[in-house]
């Protein structure tokens, strides 16, 4: 028995320096674009379509867990809307370019080559500017021969009421590791802000204007450790 014992310690303090390699953190840099696809979230609703954009930035990844670390990134980002006039032939749209900071819980498993990653965690949004593109005067729909009077037309000249904005994201995808430093990763990420982009007061048109996205992203990641 104590033979037994002894052969069951030994073999325990033999694989300890083991277990504890058996995961080493590590650190990585990179960066990724690609396309955006945004709609508003208004109350009261407003016919609309997705409205393509563009997303590029940085990212900082941090895994001291086998699975689970800490993403970070800097964004450039496009959000807002495009009207939907179905069959008429007006078009209107209009973008908002974001300054973003997603801080992730970054999850990960897999191989050596191929790992499924999930991205999940608030964003802190400052907006730099927007554009509008128009095939008509939006400024004045009153003159605008068959423009459908019933439709809501505060949204195509409303200021913006708070550049700041805040709001949540979730993505999945893949990384492919091309040797031990460099890999790819491709991720599919949606968005929703929590903040409203219009005045929102009682007196306001809108309760609540809100951006939403759907991004596909390319990015390269070099580990530094």
Not at 17 to 30: L, T
Not at 96 to 105: E, G
Request: aromatic share 12%.
């Amino acid at each position: 028995m104590r033979s037994r014992l002894l052969a069951l310690v030994v073999a325990l303090a033999a694989s300890l320096p083991a277990m504890a390699e058996h995961y080493k953190s590590h650190i990585s840099v990179g960066a990724h674009g690609g396309a955006t696809m945004s709609m508003m979230a208004l109350s009261p609703g407003v016919k609309q379509s997705f409205n393509p954009g563009l997303t590029m930035g940085a990212a900082f990844t941090y895994a001291e867990e086998r699975h689970v670390g800490l993403r970070a990134e800097l964004n450039l980002t496009q959000r807002g809307w495009a009207e939907n006039y179905e069959e008429l032939p007006f078009k209107y749209s209009r973008k908002f370019t974001y300054l973003s900071v997603p801080l992730m819980t970054h999850i990960f498993f897999g191989g050596r080559k191929m790992k499924f990653i999930a991205n999940l965690g608030p964003v802190v949004s400052y907006m730099l500017g927007e554009s509008i593109s128009s095939n008509f005067d939006y400024r004045n729909v009153a003159s605008v021969e068959g423009y459908p009077k019933s439709r809501h037309t505060d949204q195509l000249t409303l200021g913006v009421a708070n550049k700041f904005d805040y709001g949540i994201t979730a993505g999945f995808g893949g990384e492919y590791a091309l040797n031990r430093r460099n890999s790819i990763q491709l991720e599919v990420r949606y968005y929703f802000g929590i903040g409203n982009v219009f005045p929102s007061s009682r007196a306001d048109t809108f309760h609540g204007s809100r951006c939403m996205n759907l991004s596909l992203t390319l990015g390269y990641m070099f580990r530094l450790k």
